[in-house]
């Protein structure tokens, strides 16, 4: 046996190591053959100094592979540098944890190894490094498929857990009320929308209230009913249905309600919407489709929608009564009413050019004919019925009965010409008493002229002024063309509307007195009223002028 090195701890030479496990090599190949791991022994650098036969078959390598080769070969080149300091540690005698990395066989298959070094000494003399090499495949997979597993069930929980605040987020925000019922309807959960919809806080729902607490008595019995026939399975209630709640303040409220089982936790899940609104516009629209129908039943006027080629498509029973149909249903079978009622093929063009051009017509009449024979005139108020592309669809109008208004018409246009016919006689009757009134009159006048104005005008002398009026009133009562003697003022008396001519035709206040017999202060008195009476007072213009205007 070689002898042992002097300097303490120093590495011998590969011949020294040869000739020391020379001896032994029959020993730890029995005992390798005898181990399920694999042992190798290196010299202080690293390089394989024994390899036995496990280890071989474990890494699908030959013993001359090994020969002399590092063991850095075995690992990847970013590990090298790990395993370098951990053989040096394991020289310096230092503990060194198991070591563990990836090793791909000649074959190409991947296997994981763990390595265990220690230091091989002889006495003090350092021989090399002892490993001992498991494979550790099944371990590392067995690992790494927990540790995914692990990752996986981490990811689960965390996505289940984000799902449930997610869901639970929606379940209190949603704009529908819901609510989590047991099997007996005991709420276990509810959503803010449902505590804000019945007026109760969720401490005073949730373990405590059932929901058919909040039904309207008329109809908790349904609502019992469908949930016992939900849960029992055997016949399946609706999904949705309306009924009737009471809220915290008596307050009646119509909802439907849409209720799903949860089969696994065998609690029902519910969400409700208030349709009280619905309800009242639905009640306002019954009503009003009840007004307007017995508006469209029971109206004087014909209401009609028809095909453009003329098929009734609805009608009232005025409509049919106006055209001499027993009903509305009787006028079903006729494929066109135009030619049923024999309305002229002219007027009938007209018709279509108004609604064409137009798109609508009033008091278009026709003639036409009922089934028993009756001539009739109709009026028609009607419009065309488009699409968005312009295409005419069908004609909806009314019509009326105008067969009564048009013989009255008739009838007072032949009184109106008979009438006009006597109005030209009369005229000219007039005209002739006219002409011959003009004639008495001039022949009148003329007698005045030669008979009695020549005595009169020799009564001068005496009274001038008497003279005057009497020939200026005959000359206003015979005059061929009569002008009035003084306007006509209502509101006077007839002592002053005899002062009035008298002024008007310029006689003084003194001729006044000595004509009519009264004193100056009674004529002046009537000239104040008469000017008071006219409104006059505060204008500056003399009674006389003002009368004169007004003639």
């Not at 494979?135 to 929980?157: F, Q």
């Not at 109008?397 to 018409?409: H, N, P, Y």
């Not at 009134?437 to 003329?446: D, G, S, V």
Request: net charge neutral; charged share 30%; glycine share 6%.
């Amino acid at each position: 046996m070689p002898k042992p090195s002097k300097k303490k701890g120093t590495l011998i030479n590969a011949g020294q190591m040869e000739d020391l496990l020379r001896a032994p090599g029959a020993l730890l190949d029995h005992l390798s053959s005898c181990a399920r791991d694999g042992l190798w022994l290196t010299d202080g650098e690293g390089r394989f100094m024994f390899a036995d036969q496990t280890l071989c078959n474990r890494l699908g390598r030959t013993k001359e592979w090994f020969a002399r080769r590092s063991c850095l070969e075995m690992v990847h080149a970013g590990e090298e540098n790990l395993v370098r300091e951990k053989l040096a540690a394991a020289v310096r005698g230092e503990p060194v944890p198991a070591l563990g990395f990836a090793h791909q066989t000649p074959q190409g298959m991947w296997i994981w190894i763990e390595v265990d070094v220690s230091r091989l000494r002889d006495g003090e003399r350092l021989i090399g490094l002892l490993g001992v090499c498991r494979d550790v495949t099944e371990k590392k997979e067995t690992e790494l498929r927990l540790r995914r597993e692990t990752e996986e069930r981490v990811k689960t929980e965390e996505a289940l857990r984000s799902s449930e605040e997610y869901y639970r987020a929606i379940f209190q925000n949603t704009g529908t009320a819901m609510v989590v019922m047991e099997e007996d309807t005991t709420i276990t959960q509810v959503n803010k929308e449902s505590v804000r919809f019945v007026g109760y806080t969720p401490e005073e729902l949730e373990g405590k209230r059932k929901a058919i607490d909040f039904a309207a008595p008329r109809d908790v019995q349904m609502v019992y009913d469908y949930s016992r026939m939900r849960l029992a399975g055997a016949t399946k209630p609706p999904r949705g249905y309306e009924f009737t709640i009471v809220d915290r303040e008596g307050v009646p409220k119509d909802i439907y309600m849409t209720v799903e089982l949860m089969p696994e936790q065998r609690k029902i899940i519910a969400s409700f919407l208030d349709i009280s609104e619905r309800k009242k516009t639905e009640s306002a629209l019954k009503e009003s489709e009840e007004k307007y129908r017995n508006i469209f039943e029971n109206a004087i006027e014909g209401i009609f929608q028809m095909s453009v080629d003329g098929k009734v498509l609805n009608a009232n029973p005025a409509f049919a009564r106006i055209l001499g149909y027993p009903s509305p249903e009787s006028m079903s079978s006729i494929k066109n009413i135009y030619r049923e009622l024999h309305i002229d093929k002219q007027r009938k063009a007209e018709l279509d050019e108004l609604l064409r051009d137009h798109g609508q017509v009033q008091d278009f009449e026709i003639q036409c004919w009922r089934p028993d024979g009756a001539e009739i005139r109709i009026s028609v108020n009607a419009k065309a019925v488009r699409n968005n592309a312009g295409r005419e669809l069908f004609r909806e109008g009314i019509i009326a009965d105008v067969t009564e208004r048009k013989k009255m018409q008739e009838d007072l246009e032949y009184k109106s010409r008979k009438l006009e016919e006597t109005n030209g006689a009369l005229t000219a009757l007039l005209k002739n008493r006219e002409q011959d009134n003009t004639e008495f009159q001039e022949k009148a006048f003329r007698n005045i002229e030669d008979l009695v104005l020549p005595y009169v005008e020799k009564l001068r002398p005496k009274d001038a002024v008497l003279v005057d009026i009497i020939k200026s009133n005959l000359n206003n009562i015979f005059s061929p063309t009569p002008q009035s003697t003084a306007p006509n003022y209502g509101n006077l008396t007839a002592r002053e509307l005899q002062i009035a001519d008298f002024i008007r035709k310029g006689k003084t206040t003194m001729d006044i007195c000595r004509i009519l017999g009264l004193t100056k202060s009674t004529v002046n008195a009537h000239r104040n009223s008469i000017r008071r009476k006219l409104d006059i007072v505060k204008i500056k213009m003399s009674l006389r002028s003002y009368l004169v205007s007004q003639t």
